[in-house]
């Protein structure tokens, strides 16, 4: 009786638990549109970031600064040649000038073949660049195929728009030309905008040197118009022992210093020898931040001897009061010394103005002195870099990598000082650390990480 009770009972919970449920329900979604090719998307990114990654700005100025040192080097070697014609006396002199005349063709030898190698190589990169640019091309037009919504033709459209907008805006209030006054007594006018880069090169240690700053002597001897000097941090970055010198434009760019390395002192660092890399060469002497003092040092090229400036009491220096941004200071940038049409000038700080950025005209006689010196409102870790020019006072401060902006001015004619100045610098490489106007030619020459850059002041 009991087994039979059992066994319909089993029977029942089994076909109860193969029964479908009432309270679900199953739907097939078929989606008619293609599907978002993503893996597409993500090579047409990658192959972007490579194409700009291969052409650089960096590249083009190589080619440009190889031109300009040619450009200059050929009128120079014509003009040799033309003096040896008149004055060729078939002895000593006509020696010594095509001994001259050889080492000319040598440089402009060793120009020539970069050029011709960076010109290959800039041919190679513009036809595999075009192809890349093609391609890209079609594929984006492809992927456009799937906008559907119409949100990038939407978001071009605007685009296009706004910039017809602008146009329109900048024809009804057209740009009012500003009303200040000239600064300084400068024959050139006021300083108005900062072009370039004109010249971009490694020279003969790409990479080896971060610190270091390099320009041309406004007060030059004679023969030495066309010289170029070269001053490398190569102790630590921070000292240095000799500064270098280059007989043409041409010469630094390919690297090729005959008349070579004059040396302060065989060690380094010892006393008088360069701290910093703030350094300038003014009438054949080379002024600098004296090893482990609050002094300007003068090393005179020709008799080898160094004269000390000391600096007013409570003077910053040994990396106390440096060049500065948010992300980083530069170090040993306690001084700054910079030329211009009237010659020396040094800036830094003193502890009795609170941080704030000193300037001082250095004159030339025996012994060195300090004949004017104006303090200003600007914080020194506030500013990246200094530069004078016509008796101004410029100062830079970092943007981002790519931009270093001339923020302030000081003008040691009339006291007037500037936070408005807004002239905006192409860098090629995150951090300046030396910048040098040259009176000579109107050139600014920027030293960045181990790159020598200049570039051409414009006045009004």
Known sequence: MKLYVI???????????QAPSSDKCTCELTNSAKAFPHDKLSTVEDNASKCNSNITPQKTLELESLLLGLERRLPQLQEDVSMLEREDDGELYAVLSLYVIENELLEIKQLIDRLNSSTLGHQRLTSEATKQLEDLSAEMQELETYDTMKVVKGQQDNHRLQSDLDQCRKKLHPTIQSTQPPQGNCPHGQLQNITGPRVYTAGEYPGSYKYGAWGRDPKPEAGKENWYWLVMMTSGNKYSNYVRL?????????????????????SNPTTNTIQGPN??????????????????CRFNLTSKTVNTLQLPKGTRFNSKGN?????????????????DESGVWVIYTTTQDFGNLVLSKVEEGEPLTLSQTWHTSVYKQ????????????????????DVEEIFYSFDTTTGVERFNIGILINKMSPNIYALNYSPVDQMLHAYCDSYMVSYKVLFS
């Not at 630094?252 to 004059?262: M, R």
């Open 246 to 266: 280059y007989s043409s434009l041409s010469a630094l760019i390919v690297g090729v210093s005959i008349p070579g390395n004059v040396q302060i002192d065989s």
């Open 382 to 401: 506030g500013v990246t870099n200094t530069f004078m020019a016509c008796g101004v006072l410029y100062a830079t401060r970092y943007i981002n990598k």
């Open 7 to 17: 066994v319909p009972l089993c029977a029942l919970f089994t076909l109860t638990q």
């Open 279 to 296: 350094v300038v060469l003014y009438g054949e002497a080379l002024y600098y931040n004296c090893y482990n003092q609050d002094a300007v």
């Open 323 to 339: 060049f500065c941004h948010l992300d980083e200071c530069y170090p040993f940038t306690d001084l700054d010394l910079a030329t």
